[in-house]
Antibody, heavy 119, light 109 residues
Framework: QVQLVQSGAEVKKPGASVKVSCKASGYTFTDYYMHWVRQAPGQGLEWMGWINPNSGGTNYVQKFQGSVTMTRDTSISTAYMELRRLRSDDTAVYYC????????????WGQGTLVTVSS | QTVVTQEPSFSVSPGGTVTLTCGLSSGSVSTNYYPSWYQQTPGQAPRTLIYSTNSRSSGVPDRFSGSILGNKAALTITGAQADDESDYYCVLYMGSGWVFGGGTKLTVL
């Protein structure tokens, strides 16, 4: 069965960087784009961007351009999202989500990774 | 920047029918935006209810349906049950990426 398993919670200081991983299993990793979505405490969902695991191509929301980098390691079926220059308002749960083109849908989600930015 | 709008909260009686909507701050939602609907309970990842306007995801009860109503996407729950009490999010494909609505907190009482 399809599973996306994310790395554990992180606590970072303002200005630092964080790298969240998302290990995929149960399907061919390179066949589906991987998206990243975040959710600040008590707030709604915010789409951040995607990575094409096959080519490594990426597309980021303009808001995050320059501060986010999405990468992948196909040898271990894992996608990564690195966010730099963290601020307190980056405190959120970060989700990876598989996108299925035929449905235009995020059909499987990781369990989420809480990133807390605090001095 | 275009904002995707949803009702912040809604209430429905058990067994009742409720329609949640998903609009745009400027313009109309059409099938070209491939509206999807997600249900999220506290501490859990979202799960798909409806994709591409009106297709029900596998395992989703048929009391959930999606449509376009006027200039908005709509999620209708017919015969609401207690465990439908959740947050509901729509998402629209805007060409350059996806934009989520702010979510609707549904109370069943």
């Amino acid at each position: 069965q399809v599973q996306l398993v994310q790395s554990g919670a992180e606590v970072k200081k303002p200005g630092a960087s964080v790298k969240v991983s998302c290990k995929a299993s149960g399907y061919t990793f390179t066949d589906y784009y991987m998206h990243w979505v975040r959710q600040a405490p008590g707030q709604g969902l915010e789409w951040m961007g995607w990575i094409n695991p096959n080519s490594g191509g990426t597309n980021y929301v303009q808001k995050f351009q320059g501060s986010v980098t999405m990468t992948r390691d196909t040898s271990i079926s894992t996608a990564y999202m690195e966010l730099r220059r963290l601020r307190s308002d980056d405190t959120a749960v970060y989700y990876c989500a598989r996108w299925i083109a035929a449905r235009r849908d995020f059909d499987y989600w990781g369990q989420g990774t809480l990133v807390t930015v605090s001095s | 920047q275009t904002v995707v709008t949803q009702e912040p909260s809604f209430s429905v009686s058990p067994g009742g029918t409720v329609t949640l909507t998903c609009g745009l701050s400027s313009g109309s939602v059409s099938t070209n935006y491939y509206p999807s609907w997600y249900q999220q309970t506290p501490g859990q990842a979202p799960r798909t209810l409806i994709y591409s306007t009106n297709s029900r995801s596998s395992g989703v009860p048929d009391r959930f349906s999606g449509s376009i109503l006027g200039n908005k996407a709509a999620l209708t729950i017919t015969g609401a049950q207690a465990d439908d009490e959740s947050d509901y999010y729509c998402v629209l494909y805007m060409g350059s990426g996806w934009v989520f609505g702010g979510g609707t907190k549904l109370t069943v009482l």
